[in-house]
């Protein structure tokens, strides 16, 4: 009976110690030392362009966490004067212990797989944010990738084409000048260049955000229409960053004129007064607009009597809209004088031509 009693009271004894010992793992088992960032695998950016990544809301909690930024797995690039790529994107990419947030600038980087005359752009930025304690242990590490398009620039005041934005140009006026507009893109520290196309090396010139098109640019004979397409670049550090491509169409001088005209001779033959009987109706010859594939519509501009303005309020005078003819309703009110009525051509190349037609009434 006493050896019984022995061993119930060990093996109650062997319970407690287990039950004790189980107990103090429960206490002191291990905070898991690995944490979620929950990043993005990739972000995607156009040159210019800012993007913030909020970290999870249950790190925000966290007290004592620093986050750093490893880079090595880019690919260094020197990009002269002593800088490297590592350099940006140590510029580029911050955290924000705010806003508890990973701040990206694309503006202090490059688009991903552009090409200088000396090197070349990765195809990714490979990122690794690095979460640590404040004793220094590293308790989250995760990788992501950011991927930068090159931004885009505009020609000011350019008709927007099917494909590219175009302008007409008269061979009379090459002196036009087209204004790059940088769409709030930072120009500091980059430069505008055109892109070199073979057999346009004479076409256009640039200085800061203008370009000019040269005097020898299109037909030697300055007769027939030609295009061509250029394409200005924004480039920092001989990488281009953004750029835009336009047509530019040069095209002889259109003639608009009450009259003809004979191109095998450039003659022009003036038909702009004519003396008709007052108060009597009238429509004139449709003027000439030459070459004539340009001809778009047409419009009343204003009317002068003895060169004066003249209020049409009976609506006497009219304008065809297709064929640009004068037309003078019969009337009554209508008192002698000359009328010099002045009307515009829409072109379809966007140009705008007016001419004068005068009709000088008299009685009789």
Do not use: W
Not at 98 to 116: T, V
Request: glycine share 6%.
């Amino acid at each position: 009976m006493k050896y019984i009693n022995t061993q119930i009271a060990l093996a109650g004894a062997l319970i407690l110690i287990l039950g004790s010992a189980s107990s103090c793992k429960k206490e002191t088992a291990a905070i898991p030392t690995e944490i979620s960032l929950s990043l993005p695998s990739q972000v995607s950016l156009r040159y210019g362009e800012t993007q913030e990544i909020h970290l999870a809301k249950d790190l925000s909690a966290s007290t004592g966490l620093t986050f750093s930024f490893d880079f090595s797995q880019t690919a260094e690039v020197n990009l002269g004067n002593g800088s490297k790529l590592s350099d940006k994107l140590n510029q580029a990419i911050k955290y924000d212990s705010e806003k508890q947030s990973i701040q990206i600038n694309s503006a202090l980087l490059y688009p991903n797989g552009a090409q200088s005359s000396s090197a070349r752009i990765p195809d990714d930025y490979k990122v690794t944010v690095i979460a640590k304690e404040s004793h220094g242990k590293v308790v989250g590490k995760e990788n992501f990738s950011i991927k930068i398009t090159a931004g885009t620039i505009a020609i000011k005041g350019l008709k927007s084409g099917s494909e590219l934005p175009y302008s007409y140009v008269l061979y009379s006026d090459q002196s036009t000048d087209f204004e790059i507009d940088p769409l709030d893109l930072p120009i500091i520290g980059a430069s505008f260049h055109l892109a070199k196309k073979d057999g346009q090396e004479n076409i256009a010139s640039i200085a800061d955000t203008h370009i000019k098109l040269s005097k020898d640019a299109g037909d030697p004979e300055k007769k027939a229409e030609r295009s061509f397409e250029l394409t200005p670049e924004l480039r920092k550090e001989g990488f281009t960053v953004a750029s835009t491509t336009f047509r530019v169409i040069l095209i002889p001088q259109i003639k608009f004129l009450f009259g003809q005209y004979y191109p095998d001779l450039n003659l022009t033959i003036d038909f702009s007064l004519i003396h008709i009987g007052l108060s009597n109706g009238y429509v004139s010859a449709a003027p000439t607009l030459y070459p004539e594939k340009y001809k778009s519509a047409f419009e009343l501009v204003s009317i002068q009597k003895d060169g004066l303005p003249f209020t049409d309020s009976e609506k006497l005078f009219n304008v065809n809209a297709q064929t640009g003819a004068v037309s003078v309703k019969k009337s009554d009110s209508l008192k002698a004088g000359s009328y010099k009525v002045t009307i515009k051509a829409l072109t379809t190349t966007g140009l705008e031509f007016t001419a004068n037609l005068t009709l000088a009434m008299s009685e009789g």
